[in-house]
T-cell receptor, first 115, second 112 residues
Framework: DQQVKQNSPSLSVQEGRISILNCDYT??????FLWYKKYPAEGPTFLIS?????DKNEDGRFTVFLNKSAKHLSLHIVPSQPGDSAVYFC??????????????FGSGTQLTVLP | KAGVTQTPRYLIKTRGQQVTLSCSPI?????VSWYQQTPGQGLQFLFE???????NKGNFPGRFSGRQFSNSRSEMNVSTLELGDSALYLC???????????FGPGTRLTVT
């Protein structure tokens, strides 16, 4: 039962254009969403996040949009750069028992930015 | 501030053996979580420790266990290894208030 889904395993975009990565979730109790970027042989690094009370958060070239009614979020990268080529993971957070926060991850999308 | 460190980085074990992986969190972080990453499966949550107590556990068999020490360092143990345990094991740390978790580089375990 995948609660967080990234249905596109890969995406190729031309340098300078917009990259849009999508993520869907099923659990309406998730209250915080995050995007991580992962290069080969490295651990994931935090990129950007959004609270469930917002519908947009922007940080430089990166913007995350949240549509709660559709249980959908997306990451926009504008303009895309070759260094952005990596695997992008969507993650959702909620409080679980014992006041612990648990992250549930999607399966990732490999973004390739072509020069 | 030093990041999350994991040792060893690479490990090759034989089916039936056991293995222990180590994680040192960022200084001041008391929460340590472990994840398993396999191709096409994303990151699967194993367990989370806070102040030496396991607060949360994912859907993994009892062969997977962990512990946390008083200095917040954590170890993960897998007993009776199976071929399907081959994966990248990631450790992440955070403060009690953070939503974000900060990941180490991972330990690549290969079971033959």
């Amino acid at each position: 039962d995948q609660q967080v889904k990234q249905n596109s395993p890969s995406l190729s975009v031309q340098e300078g254009r917009i990259s849009i990565l999508n993520c869907d979730y099923t659990n309406s109790m998730f209250d915080y969403f995050l995007w991580y970027k992962k290069y080969p042989a490295e651990g994931p690094t935090f990129l950007i996040s959004i609270s469930s009370i917002k519908d947009k958060n922007e940080d430089g070239r990166f913007t995350v949009f949240l549509n709660k009614s559709a249980k959908h979020l997306s990451l926009h990268i504008v303009p895309s750069q070759p260094g952005d080529s990596a695997v992008y993971f969507c993650a959702a957070s909620l409080f679980s028992s014992g006041s612990a926060r648990q992250l549930t991850f999607g399966s990732g999308t490999q973004l390739t930015v072509l020069p | 501030k030093a990041g999350v460190t994991q040792t060893p980085r690479y490990l090759i074990k034989t089916r039936g053996q056991q293995v222990t992986l180590s994680c040192s969190p960022i200084s001041g972080h008391r929460s340590v979580s472990w994840y398993q990453q396999t191709p096409g499966q994303g990151l699967q949550f194993l367990f989370e420790y806070f102040s030496e107590t396991q607060r949360n556990k994912g859907n993994f068999p009892g062969r997977f266990s962990g512990r946390q020490f008083s200095n917040s360092r954590s170890e993960m143990n897998v007993s009776t290894l199976e071929l399907g345990d081959s994966a990248l094991y990631l450790c992440a740390s955070s403060t009690a208030l953070d939503y974000e978790q900060y990941f180490g580089p991972g330990t690549r375990l290969t079971v033959t």
